[in-house]
């Protein structure tokens, strides 16, 4: 397991560097690799919205003159993130910004790439705007559907003063639970309920559609466990999906297969309203009690 921490502020070793580094220190205990990225290093400039990643659809920015496939990479390549970032006028620096615009933009080109994976905050503030800098890395985390383990504010202005805050630092150090969270959401079964709405015209082509994919599901997805297509008896253009896979892991895979990209890119124009998505575990039955759909 790997957790990626980039740092938005552009003093290296200062208040942010020190908060990461208490995190790391409790993960790496745990045997858990650590990377932290400081973004002032590299070049990362904001987003110039050419909506390339949107045509393309290739999971890369289409700028490549800086640092910002690289981070895409490295989010990509890791189960938790940390996002630290001091705080400029009430919130984030424009490196952070950067990143998140530049990161979070291609991932939603290419459904939400960064999905399921868990994430922290952390900010250094000398008085005020702690809680708006935090608010706004939780924003990106969300807008990706990062579950948030938790996040830290410890205050000092020089370097190395937020080591005073000790409230703080605790703050930083109890992040390290995003491991636990990562692994429990790794492991555990995953299940999906969806409603769908087609369009009347579309019936009877969505519906071929979406049992291709169920069928497609089942029979080439070692670990996609149950795809049942259930309509509704008073309105026949509402369906019910009720799927579950033995791990998020296996749901991700599902979402990369040719089955399921072909069922998304035909069917997409052919509903009245996106899909409501219910995501979650299995309360009852326990996991070791499922069977595979055959
Ligand atoms: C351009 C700039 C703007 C800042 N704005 C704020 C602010 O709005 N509120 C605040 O409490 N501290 C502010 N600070 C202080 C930093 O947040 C504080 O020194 C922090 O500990 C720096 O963290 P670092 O060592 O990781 O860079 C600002 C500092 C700079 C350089």
Redesign the pocket.
């Known amino acids: 397991m790997k957790v990626v921490a980039f740092n938005g502020?552009p003093?290296k070793d200062?208040?942010?560097?020190i908060l990461i580094n208490k995190v790391f220190q409790e993960l790496e205990r745990e045997g858990i690799e650590t990377e932290i990225v400081q973004l002032s290093a590299k070049q990362i400039h904001g987003c110039i919205a050419c909506y390339k990643c949107f045509e393309k659809k290739d999971r890369r920015c289409a700028v490549k003159n800086d640092a910002a496939n690289e981070y895409i990479e490295k989010i990509l390549g890791a189960q938790g993130i940390i996002l630290g970032s001091?705080?400029?006028?009430?919130d984030i620096t424009p490196e952070m910004k950067a990143l998140i615009d530049r990161t979070g933009f291609v991932s939603l080109a290419n459904g939400r790439m960064f999905k399921n994976k868990v994430g922290g905050t952390v900010a250094?503030?000398?008085?005020?705007?702690g809680v708006h800098t935090i608010d706004s890395m939780n924003h990106f985390l969300l807008s990706q559907e990062i579950f948030i383990a938790g996040r830290a504010i410890a205050f000092?202005?020089d370097?190395g003063e937020?080591e005073k805050d000790e409230e703080g630092i605790q703050f930083a150090k109890s992040l390290e639970g995003c491991d636990d969270q990562s692994e429990r959401r790794m492991t555990e079964m995953y299940a999906l309920v969806v409603t769908i709405h087609i369009k009347p015209e579309h019936r009877e082509e969505y519906i071929k559609a979406i049992l291709d994919d169920a069928r497609g599901s089942v029979k080439n997805e070692d670990n996609c466990l149950l795809f049942n297509v259930i309509q509704d008896e008073t309105d026949p253009n509402c369906l019910y999906l009720y799927e579950a896979y033995r791990d998020v892991k296996a749901f991700e895979y599902h979402t990369q297969t040719p089955h399921f990209i072909h069922f998304f890119n035909t069917t997409k124009d052919w509903v009245t309203q996106p899909m409501a998505i219910g995501k979650g575990t299995h309360l009852f039955p326990l996991d070791d009690r499922w069977k595979k759909q055959v």
């Open positions: 502020s003093r200062g208040n942010t560097t001091p705080v400029y006028f009430i250094a503030v000398r008085r005020t705007g000092g202005m370097k937020v």
